[in-house]
């Protein structure tokens, strides 16, 4: 199930500045993206093909719901549901229900799971233990 898509609102700004550049805005796309660097399971608001010219192969930028932007060539997979047991990202999945689109679950059929990565020191434990 193919979901529509925002257009990038940045995309005018940078054909204008740059000679050679090609920039197209997908309008629609899987509702679900998997970065095969990442561990979390997003949902996509624009996707943009860009060519920066003959010597370079095309790329793509997906940016996300939570904000984050992930750019390459082979490393996305984008998913109609979210595979089970994977996490969608939390973040995401608030503002795209807040911009009126449905939920996951309601995507998925099924519960989904949402949530974050959390980043945790390791280093200081020592410090921590050794004192009284």
């Known amino acids: 199930m193919k979901a529509a898509i925002e257009k990038d609102p940045s995309i005018k700004r940078a054909q204008g500045k740059c000679k050679g550049v090609s920039s197209i805005p997908w309008i629609a796309c899987e509702p679900f993206v998997e970065n095969t660097k990442a561990v979390l399971i997003h949902r996509p608001r624009h996707v943009t093909t860009h060519k920066l010219g003959p010597r370079w192969a095309a790329h793509h930028a997906v940016h996300n719901w939570c904000d984050s932007v ?24 608030d503002a795209a229900v807040a911009a009126g689109l449905p939920s996951s679950s309601e995507i ?11 980043a945790v020191a390791r280093c200081c434990d020592h410090i921590e233990k050794a004192q009284p």
């Open 108 to 118: 998925a059929g099924r519960h989904v799971h949402t949530g974050g990565v959390v």
């Open 70 to 93: 992930f750019t390459g060539t082979a490393k996305f997979t984008f998913l109609a549901e979210p595979p089970i047991g994977r996490i969608v990202c939390a973040r995401c999945e």
